[in-house]
């Protein structure tokens, strides 16, 4: 365990029942006076929009809709973002999206009219400093981004994905509200949600873990193991989306206090090099990883066994094969491949993914048991 441990949260976060009903509140309380929404073409149709605008209109404030935000965005593809943004004057930022948009919307309201950009904070990003406010509108419930101080983009000439990690890139505002996640398609809620169940159950298993990232770890895993499947496949179970929603956001925090490991960090380059969707890649590494890890971390998984499963497994090796057999119930459930090759990608190299991987030392550095190049390709063997 860590010696200090730390907490960091977003300013308010609202919940339950029309929480969007409270961002005319938000706006007025920030004195915002131009305010930018960030969304993408998909929820713009959707009209998941609609009420940002209201609010806005309502707080006696000026709208610009930016919703060109392209889905796991390049750094150059955010830089283009805050270019537009850089000069108008708008005071807030306002992002209705999943994490592609939060991200984007992180980044903007430290870089617009900064004298850096977002590739400089790729290589230096102790340089972010918060320039604009940020509230964040999840409409997916998986990457808890909402409550990080990461962002994590695309970059291309060397087919990896990064995460560019500052304290100011935290939200300032969150409103949760069930209206926005309940017709996500049940393949993007079930993606997005066992991207949330990784982190719980990476955070909940890392080298870092701490009270303090435990008490949300634990509780986002218990809320997600016993209500992903219900709110996927239910378009009414609005009490198991709700849960979700939590959840991630939980695991957001957990994320911050404490940090993914190898699941994330060998997913990566499935996403920077061959664009599988950050929930999917995750998904699928889940299980190989896990029974990688399993021999270091079975005391964990039997406590997390204690509190979310509570069947009739006994000692810790039955309760922690029993967590894992349960996650990959659940992913086998929600119909996501078990192999890259499953899912039309038929020309992943090994030998490539297993470079790439262990290159995401920010992430393997935090997994309980060390994951060698050559650990990296037998990992990736199994999804293959
Ligand atoms: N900052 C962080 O802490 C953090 C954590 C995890 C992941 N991420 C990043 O977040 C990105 C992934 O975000 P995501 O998984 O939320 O997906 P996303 O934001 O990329 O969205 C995926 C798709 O779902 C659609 N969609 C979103 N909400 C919808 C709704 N309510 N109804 C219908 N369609 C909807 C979008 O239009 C998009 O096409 C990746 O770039 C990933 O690396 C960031
Ligand atoms: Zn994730």
């Known amino acids: 365990m860590l010696a200090t441990y730390s907490l960091k949260l977003p300013k308010v976060v609202f919940g339950g029942e029309d929480s969007l009903e409270q961002l005319a509140g938000v706006l007025e309380k920030e004195g915002a006076q131009k305010v930018a929404v960030f969304t993408d073409p998909t929820l713009r149709k959707l009209g998941l929009v609609d009420p940002v605008l209201a609010a806005v209109k309502a707080a006696g404030a000026e709208a610009t809709v930016y919703d060109d935000i392209p889905a796991e965005p390049s750094y150059g593809q955010v830089q283009a973002v805050v270019d537009q943004v850089a000069g108008t004057g708008e005071d807030i930022v306002v992002a209705v999206g999943g994490g592609s948009v939060m991200d984007t919307a992180k980044l903007a309201c430290v870089c617009a009219g900064a004298d850096y950009t977002v590739h400089d904070l790729l290589s230096d990003p102790k340089r972010a400093k918060k320039q604009i406010a940020c509230v964040a509108v999840p409409t997916?419930?998986?990457?808890?981004?909402?409550?990080?101080?990461?962002?994590?983009?695309?970059?291309?000439?060397?087919?990896?994905?990064?995460?560019?990690?500052?304290?100011?890139?935290?939200?300032?505002?969150?409103?949760?509200?069930?209206?926005?996640?309940?017709?996500?398609?049940?393949?993007?809620?079930?993606?997005?949600?066992?991207?949330?169940?990784?982190?719980?159950?990476?955070?909940?298993?890392?080298?870092?873990?701490?009270?303090?990232?435990?008490?949300?770890?634990?509780?986002?895993?218990?809320?997600?193991?016993?209500?992903?499947?219900?709110?996927?496949?239910?378009?009414?179970?609005?009490?198991?989306?709700?849960?979700?929603?939590?959840?991630?956001?939980y695991g957001g925090i957990a994320i911050t206090a404490s940090g993914t490991t190898a699941v994330h960090g060998l997913s990566y380059p499935l996403g920077g090099k061959y664009h599988v969707p950050h929930g999917v890649s995750n998904a699928i590494l889940l299980s190989p990883v896990m029974h990688f890890n399993e021999p270091a971390i079975r005391d964990r998984l039997a406590i997390a066994y204690d509190r979310a499963i509570k069947g009739d497994a006994k000692t810790e090796e039955e309760k922690s094969a029993a967590v894992i057999e349960r996650m990959d119930q659940i992913v086998s459930h929600l119909d996501i491949p078990k192999t890259l090759d499953a899912l039309g990608v038929h020309d992943a190299s090994i030998d490539w993914l297993a470079e790439a991987g262990i290159k995401q030392q920010r992430l393997l550095s935090n997994n309980k048991r060390e994951v060698t190049l050559e650990d990296a390709k037998a990992i990736y063997r199994q999804i293959m």
């Not at 990064?162 to 969150?174: A, E, K, L, R, T």
């Not at 634990?218 to 198991?240: P, S, T, V």
């Open 140 to 249: 997916t419930a998986g990457t808890g981004a909402e409550a990080t101080i990461n962002a994590i983009v695309a970059v291309s000439e060397d087919e990896v994905k990064i995460g560019i990690v500052n304290d100011d890139m935290m939200p300032d505002y969150v409103l949760l509200d069930v209206r926005m996640i309940q017709n996500l398609p049940r393949s993007i809620a079930a993606a997005t949600g066992l991207d949330a169940m990784c982190h719980a159950i990476e955070c909940f298993t890392c080298k870092k873990a701490n009270p303090f990232s435990d008490m949300f770890a634990l509780e986002a895993f218990d809320l997600i193991i016993n209500n992903i499947e219900r709110a996927c496949d239910d378009k009414d179970a609005l009490d198991a989306k709700r849960a979700m929603q939590v959840a991630a956001l």
